[in-house]
């Protein structure tokens, strides 16, 4: 039996991409689509939106209970009602959203102890795999390496930096011993901006069309070790959502990551 899955954010860039792909793998069965009570497009069938989408399933602003995981693309304001809802009625989430307060992470991890939850900064499987890489590589060139984070982004990106490359600094100050956030240079600037030692400074770029960039660069006297991953289109992280979807509909309760759907723990 295919899972029920409903999408939250389903008109956005992410949205469209995971509904499709998702129709495409024949591997879900779409019944719900969820986007901001003010959209243009809430009532409307699906397939009147999208060609190939459902006739069935019409763009709604609440979540219908005929569901077995939401996937949530939202922006940040919008990740409080999935998780109500997901908590409420037993629902597996996968939760793509990116700049979460603490109250809402707090909120997350409280749904994660009734409701099984893949939370990621990044979904995609390149992305995770360097996840797991940086902070060995760290570790393995030690304390004389200068470690700096860039991010690129499209111009449309609210939250910086991203949380991949928060993700990425997190990582890093795991494996080598720093203290996270507390070590981040997020606003080196003026004429007195020297490194200081120990620090990782990240760096936001936003333009254009940019999918995602991030480069991780480790630097001494000598030499450079620069870790990098270039996101071509958003398909890679749809297909990594859906596939979090599809690995956790029979987990019990629980905080995941895109680690644990792929193996990488």
Not at 72 to 82: H, K, P, S
Request: net charge negative; aromatic share 4%.
């Amino acid at each position: 039996m295919r899972p029920r899955l409903t999408v939250a954010g389903a008109m956005g860039r992410m949205g469209k991409r995971i509904i499709s792909l998702a129709i495409e793998s024949g591997e879900f069965d779409i019944t719900g689509a969820t986007e901001r009570p003010d959209h243009p497009d809430i009532g409307k069938p699906l397939n009147t939106l999208e060609a190939g989408w459902p006739e069935s399933v019409s763009l709604a602003s609440k979540y219908s209970d005929d569901t077995d995981v939401v996937i949530n693309f939202t922006l940040a304001e919008g990740a409080d009602a999935a998780i109500e809802f997901c908590d409420a009625n037993s629902v597996a989430l996968v939760m793509g959203a990116t700049g979460l307060n603490v109250e809402q992470k707090a909120k997350l991890r409280a749904a994660a102890e009734k409701v099984p939850v893949v939370y990621a900064t990044n979904m995609s499987v390149g992305m995770n795999v360097l996840f797991s890489l940086v902070g060995k590589a760290a570790q393995m060139l030690g304390d004389d390496y200068d470690i700096e984070i860039v991010e690129q982004h499209h111009r449309f990106k609210k939250d910086a930096p991203s949380g991949s490359a928060l993700t990425l600094a997190e990582n890093i100050c795991k494996a080598t011993g720093r203290e996270f956030p507390d070590c981040l240079d997020m606003a080196r600037s003026g004429k007195d901006a020297a490194r200081e030692k120990g620090a990782i400074g990240i760096h936001a770029v936003r333009a254009g069309d940019i999918t995602g960039i991030h480069s991780v660069i480790c630097s001494t006297l000598g030499e450079t070790v620069t870790l990098n991953h270039t996101a071509h289109n958003r398909d890679n992280f749809a297909r990594g959502a859906l596939r979090a979807a599809k690995w956790l509909v029979d987990k019990p309760a629980g905080l995941y990551s895109m680690g644990d759907v792929l193996g990488l723990k």
